[in-house]
């Protein structure tokens, strides 16, 4: 998002709420009464406070785009929103099945899957729980036999997942182990073996709305409600996503060729790739 500001000299404020409620809440009643109130703010909508947070920032006038969770229709009933300039998610579903699908028929004995969830209410872990959900439906080997939440904490995750094979709730030794991002740490996990694949991108989501929040300033009326894929890092192609993102440089990354006059966007990971010299 910074390298993305930079590239558009606009200026950026980042306050992290860390997925807490009430900071939430509180962040952006401060940035409503400020006396120097920003032209926009970027909301996610974690843990289902987008609602709250966008009704406090709208009645002070102050313009919203809604990043990676968009509000669902049953939270804009009674919303003002004129002062929403648009939204943009990625296809967390179809992240679910993929990862869910992947297995899928290649053990004669069944696939039981284990699924550590964000959480049970952030709209991108409910459609990503609807994807595997979807492909163990259409797969009569494979079933979800453990899901849980561990509130988006690896070391959470991790002592679920040692508990889960210390109880013996799976006699295979064949696993096949799946995430949902393009860190560094997942990408040398999927090329050492460790991982076989990890869906991601959604961190450019914070570019892509700079990008978008850009063309709204520059004359377009309203921004359509955008989506992107989260493609996924496997073994194929993980030495170009490590030479091309690998180091983490995004000012490398010209994002002012993201931006479009009449909203034909490419958000795509071969877009993002060729933008990475």
């Not at 393009?182 to 450019?204: E, I, K, L, N, Q």
Request: negative net charge; charged residues 25%.
């Amino acid at each position: 998002m910074q390298a993305a500001v930079d590239d558009f000299g606009t200026e950026l404020e980042i306050i992290n709420t860390n997925r807490d409620r009430q900071g939430m809440i509180s962040a952006a009643a401060e940035l409503a009464t400020r006396t120097n109130k920003p032209d926009d703010v970027i909301v996610a909508n974690e843990i289902k406070q987008g609602r709250r947070a966008y009704k406090t920032l709208s009645e002070a006038s102050i313009k919203i785009f809604i990043l990676l969770n968009p509000l669902q229709d049953s939270e804009t009933i009674g919303l003002d929103t004129n002062n929403l300039v648009g939204r943009i998610s990625p296809d967390n579903e179809i992240a679910g099945y993929a990862q869910a699908t992947r297995p899928a028929g290649k053990d004669s004995d069944g696939v039981q899957i284990m699924a550590l969830l964000g959480d049970l209410v952030t709209p991108a872990a409910i459609k990503r729980t609807e994807g595997m959900e979807r492909a163990v439906a259409e797969h009569a080997d494979a079933a979800i036999v453990r899901a849980m939440s561990v509130n988006w904490s690896a070391d959470k995750a991790k002592d679920r997942t040692q508990r889960f094979l210390k109880a013996g709730q799976t006699a295979s030794t064949d696993m096949f182990f799946a995430g949902l991002n393009w860190s560094r740490p997942a990408m040398d996990a999927v090329s050492d073996g460790r991982m076989t694949m990890t869906h991601g991108g959604h961190f450019f989501a914070g570019a892509w709305s700079i990008a978008l929040l850009n063309d709204f300033h520059t004359g377009q009326t309203a921004i359509d409600d955008q989506g992107f894929p989260m493609p996924p890092i496997h073994a194929e192609n993980v030495d170009n996503f490590l030479e091309r993102l690998g180091e983490g440089d995004w000012q490398r990354i010209d994002f002012q060729q993201f931006a479009s006059e009449n909203q034909e966007y490419d958000f795509s990971s071969d877009a993002i790739l060729s933008a990475s010299p």
